[in-house]
Nanobody, 126 residues
Framework: QVQLVESGGGLVQAGGSLRLSCAAS????????MGWFRQAPGKEREFVAA????????KYADPVKGRFTISRDNAKNTVYLQMNSLKPEDMAVYYC???????????????????WGQGTQVTVSS
């Protein structure tokens, strides 16, 4: 069993920055892939970014490339999402997820993830 808890959401003006955290607890493994997904009102859940614990490889969705950075602190079992140059279209509930085993080509597929957090709201004012 793995528990994921997101934090760091809040209100920020367009162009500002925000850092989200995802703390993992329980039965965790260094081989896990950790991902961030988001869902805006009336839209489907979409992939944001992902990283694997051991290799540090990352993958980003096109809308956030160059603005968001995913990182991890293995000692703290925590994954971060640094969001810079935020836009109103970034406003959504952000979810942290963990996949036990998944190929890189499927990192952006939500159904490949086994554990999910409760989500944290990110609001961006224009």
């Amino acid at each position: 069993q793995v528990q994921l808890v997101e934090s760091g959401g809040g209100l920020v003006q367009a162009g500002g920055s925000l850092r989200l955290s995802c703390a993992a607890s329980g039965r965790t493994f260094s081989t896990y892939v950790m991902g961030w997904f988001r869902q805006a009102p009336g839209k489907e859940r979409e992939f944001v970014a992902a990283i694997n614990w051991s290799g540090g490889m990352t993958k980003y969705a096109d809308p956030v490339k160059g603005r968001f950075t995913i990182s991890r602190d293995n000692a703290k079992n925590t994954v971060y999402l640094q969001m810079n140059s935020l836009k109103p279209e970034d406003m959504a509930v952000y979810y942290c997820a963990a996949a036990r085993t998944v190929r890189l080509v499927y990192w952006g597929t939500s159904t490949e993830y086994d554990y999910w957090g409760q989500g944290t709201q990110v609001t961006v004012s224009s």
